[in-house]
């Protein structure tokens, strides 16, 4: 779009992004000559005259431009109020959330007043993705969503810099509310971990680091300290580890464990973070690997090992036996929690290490889990690489 009046303050080298400086009823187009104005007011509401005045062949394409955006601000749904508009463009935004910016961007394009007010209206700018080597929409949104909290995914697998987002965020940190960072490859561990050891987050509420294994290999152990994420209380990790005992644990709310924690992470480790654990209110649990999967431990674990998780509402927990006895040792939950266990075994499993089933997995004291006092549902299923069983308390 271009610019034909600038403000004397507006910095077009810095604010390009940003279109608080475009005024209707032109919005940066050359205002439509007097004469010409004149003779679209006589028209009146008649389209064919309108039609044929806008298309004339004598006019310039700037022209043309001008007026149609003149005749555009006066249509009925460019006349109320652009704050109610951008109330529009919200909803259309947060119906789909999921989908990203493709659902409402689009609206751009109807005509220079719809993009004006998508433009300076913040909240649309706050969920921000980079899904492929261009961070163009990122740097968009981060000058048009101003001092708003922001959200921000990467899918690191489908950019060569994935932490280049990091050197842009750097300046907006204060304001970073959500940040989920997809396939990090091995390479960019250090850096990612020495960034998250460095930088404060005084407004992060939610921090998945998602690392791509595709053959394993070590882990790198993420330090969070409570001081520089103060409102963590949502955190995922996919093949990252933290410490057992680190003191970030005590204020989360959500815990997601996927995959791999590190070659010498056990379930003992496990019965450490859980017992750190106190405020949980949703857990989950996915393949996860520990370096003692191959023996299952039926020491019985004294109440004081237990921890109580007073806001357990749901747990979910997919993983083999010895994951599985850890975790039902360790936590006591409420009779209200909601809570799927469901056991995995190895593809290549003998038909004699089916016969305990998932009561292999379930300790010896159950007193200390409702659930397995009220069962309501239990299952079997086989697939062509596992075999899982189910029980389920609702």
Request: charge should be negative; proline fraction near 6%.
């Amino acid at each position: 779009m271009e610019v034909a009046y600038r403000d004397a303050e507006y910095n077009f080298a810095t604010d390009v992004l940003r279109a608080d400086h475009l005024r209707g009823p032109y919005y940066g187009l050359r205002p439509v000559p007097a004469a010409i104005s004149t003779t679209l007011l006589r028209t009146g509401e008649d389209p064919m005259l309108v039609h044929s005045l806008a298309c004339c062949d004598h006019l310039d394409q700037e022209t043309r431009l001008s007026v149609h955006a003149l005749l555009n601000s006066d249509t009925v749904i460019n006349r109320i109020p652009s704050e109610l508009l951008g109330e529009f463009f919200m909803f259309a935004h947060t119906s789909h959330p999921s989908s990203g910016a493709a659902t409402w961007t689009p609206l751009l394009l109807v005509c220079r007043c719809w993009f004006v007010v998508a433009a300076t209206t913040p909240r649309l700018w706050c969920s921000l993705s980079v899904s492929s080597a261009c961070t163009d929409f990122l740097r968009t949104g981060l000058a048009r969503s101003k001092d708003c909290p922001i959200s921000v995914t990467v899918n690191a697998l489908a950019t060569d810099t994935p932490l280049e987002t990091m050197d842009l965020l750097e300046p907006h940190l204060h304001r970073l509310q959500s940040y989920t960072t997809g396939g990090l490859r091995v390479e960019d561990e250090a850096r990612l971990a020495a960034y998250l050891q460095n930088h404060k987050m005084p407004i992060l509420e939610s921090l998945s680091p998602m690392m791509f294994k595709p053959g394993g290999g070590s882990v790198r152990l993420l330090e969070l300290n409570p001081e520089l994420f103060p409102r963590l209380a949502s955190l995922s990790l996919y093949f990252v580890q933290i410490s057992p005992s680190s003191p970030i644990l005590e204020q989360l709310t959500h815990l997601h464990l996927f995959g791999g924690l590190g070659p010498n992470f056990s379930s003992y480790h496990l019965a450490q973070m859980l017992r750190g654990c106190l405020n949980l209110e949703t857990l989950k649990i996915e393949q996860l690997l520990v370096s003692d999967r191959d023996v299952l431990h039926h020491a019985v674990a004294t109440v004081a090992d237990r921890v109580m998780l007073t806001n357990l509402t749901y747990a979910f927990v997919e993983s083999e036996a010895v994951v599985l006895h850890r975790i039902l040792e360790t936590i006591i939950a409420p009779p209200t929690a909601c809570i799927v266990l469901r056991q995995l075994y190895p593809s290549d499993v003998q038909p004699a290490e089916l016969e305990g089933g998932i009561r292999v997995a379930i300790p010896q004291d159950r007193s200390s889990v409702p659930i397995l006092r009220h069962v309501t549902c239990a299952m079997a299923l086989l697939t062509s690489s596992v075999i899982l069983g189910a029980v389920v308390d609702s």
